[in-house]
């Protein structure tokens, strides 16, 4: 049986691991991903930011994790899945053969003015954070829109960096969704002691 992942998030590592650990199963397993590293933690993408890990500290994985000859992958952007003749076409590949798929990208951050406009980027993957990364050293200024967890995260790091960085925010308050009223004002005023600058209930006009 030909299985065929696509994406490499936190929920593809999951099916592999789950799928590999049945040792009878006779099956090939392919994931298909625009990452050029696989199975990594997108949560400390702004501490590669900072300069504070390397790409390798990243990952969850080693190389001994690609070692089953079940697995392969596959670098390149998937741009249309045929389900009657069961089959995904890979930009710079062609297409794949598969008797069962599973979707496992994650979400993506919605770009307010499209993807190609200069000095403008969301913080979704490596790829992303590289591209953060050398912006950053010819920006002074940075605005962060959101008040998540990653959002912060990558406004603190900016910040680390001696970057002037202003985080944007629709709600009221910062980690609206995860934290009481208290504890969303315990962060506002740390961020703020260390010079970044929040503006709660904004949005963004265009």
């Not at 710079?92 to 069962?100: E, L, M, N, S, V």
Request: charged share 25%; glycine share 8%.
């Amino acid at each position: 049986m030909n299985i065929v992942i696509i994406g490499s998030s936190a929920a593809s590592k999951s099916a592999v691991e789950t799928l590999l650990k049945e040792k009878e199963l006779d099956i090939n397993i392919t994931v298909v991903s625009r990452d050029s590293k696989l199975y990594y933690s997108r949560v400390l993408l702004p501490n590669y930011i900072a300069g504070e890990i390397d790409e390798e500290r990243l990952l969850f994985v080693d190389e001994s994790f690609f070692e089953d000859k079940r697995l392969s992958f596959i670098k390149g952007n998937v741009t249309n899945i045929d389900g009657i003749k069961k089959k995904i076409f890979i930009e710079g590949y062609g297409y794949k053969t598969y008797d069962k798929l599973i979707i496992a990208t994650g979400a993506r951050p919605v770009m307010p003015y499209g993807d190609n406009v200069g000095g403008v980027c969301c913080l979704r993957d490596l790829e992303d954070a590289i591209k953060i990364k050398k912006m950053a050293q010819k920006a002074e200024n940075c605005i962060v829109i959101g008040g998540g967890l990653v959002s912060l995260k990558a406004a603190w790091a900016l910040n680390e960096i001696g970057k002037k960085v202003t985080v944007l925010v629709e709600s009221n308050r910062v980690l609206s969704r995860a934290v009481d009223f208290c504890c969303s004002l315990m962060v506002q005023n740390i961020f703020k002691e260390n010079g970044i600058s929040i503006i709660l209930s904004s949005k963004i006009k265009g």
